[in-house]
């Protein structure tokens, strides 16, 4: 990591406050992502009188990620239980920083001025609970319809189109900044939860009293799925989760066709349409391009995740 960039426009902001980070990288069979992310992160430009440290907490792979992580310059804390949020939590109790960093393993930030970007906006937040911003496709995956569309019906909500301010919106744990006050008054991410955790764990520091803020400057780049079986299991999978962990947690003041949970599948058409439109919108707003060749396969994984929601198990 490189101190004290020469930066004429970062010069100009005010002192940047001492600050320690600890960056934690759940990893679980990623042998093929986590030198790209270690990478990016070592070179990243860092405020002056800051102290970062990296910390991946991993998981037992069957891909030699263990052996990637014993060649890298980072500490490494094994989690004896499965999924993302066990293997986040683990880490983070031995982290350092009195602020996280969550990154996932197929994410690398934008920018390696990103934690000046960030020691900038801590001088101008009040209460922060969390801060994030937006998730970006990698430019090798824009010639790829499946990959666009399964980043647009995915990220919506965290493209780059979207402004910066304070928000109520939770920010995916691709990439959230914490504060570990925060993360331990709230009790961290719940284990039990593989999808969603991360909408669970922001609504948890929101109900604490704490704000949540969204930059755009704090761009992650993340690697979509570039096979059609694979976008549309994921989005399936997604959609069933996100009827009962999201929809009844959250008033969307939607007047459903039918609110029977027998006959909650006729609602189908309104769920498809209206989740069809917001990704459109915000396609649209980034790349009207690549939506439109990447039109068809959108309708799929749409629709996929509509019928995850209806018609899925838990």
Not at 51 to 59: F, K, L, P, S, T
Not at 103 to 122: N, S, T, V
Not at 176 to 203: I, N, T
Request: some cysteine; aromatic content about 12%; overall charge neutral.
């Amino acid at each position: 990591m490189r101190p004290d960039p020469d930066d004429h426009d970062l010069a100009m902001q005010p002192a940047q406050p001492r600050c320690t980070l600890s960056i934690i990288v759940p990893c679980r069979n990623g042998a093929a992502t986590i030198r790209r992310l270690i990478g990016a992160l070592l070179d990243l430009e860092l405020p002056r009188h800051w102290a970062v440290e990296v910390i991946v907490g991993y998981q037992a792979s069957t891909d030699g990620t263990l052996d990637e992580l014993r060649s890298l310059p980072v500490r490494i804390v094994e989690s004896v239980s499965t999924g993302p949020s066990s293997a986040r939590n683990h880490a983070a109790a031995s982290a350092s920083g009195e602020w996280l960093w969550f990154i996932d393993a197929d994410a690398w930030p934008a920018d390696r001025r990103i934690l000046q970007f960030l020691g900038r906006h801590l001088s101008q937040v009040e209460n922060p609970g969390a801060i994030g911003g937006p998730i970006v496709l990698p430019p090798a995956q824009h010639s790829n319809p499946i990959a666009v569309a399964d980043h647009f019906a995915c990220w919506f909500n965290w493209l780059e189109h979207r402004r910066s301010a304070e928000t109520a919106l939770f920010q995916p744990s691709a990439s959230v900044f914490v504060p570990r006050a925060v993360f331990q008054e709230v009790g961290g991410f719940d284990p039990r939860l593989r999808v969603l955790e991360d909408f669970d764990f922001q609504e948890r520091i929101k109900a604490a009293g704490y704000t949540l803020y969204f930059f755009n400057e704090l761009r992650v780049l993340h690697e979509a799925r570039p096979t059609f079986l694979a976008s549309w299991r994921h989005s399936w999978h997604w959609g069933i989760h996100f009827r009962t962990g999201y929809y009844n947690r959250v008033d969307f003041r939607i007047p459903w066709l039918v609110y029977s949970r027998r006959w909650f599948w006729l609602n189908l058409p309104l769920i498809f349409a209206i989740r069809l439109a917001r990704v459109l919108v915000a396609g649209w707003m980034v790349s009207p391009l690549r939506l439109v060749y990447a039109f068809p396969f959108i309708l799929a994984t749409v629709l996929a995740w509509a019928l995850g929601v209806v018609r899925g198990l838990e």
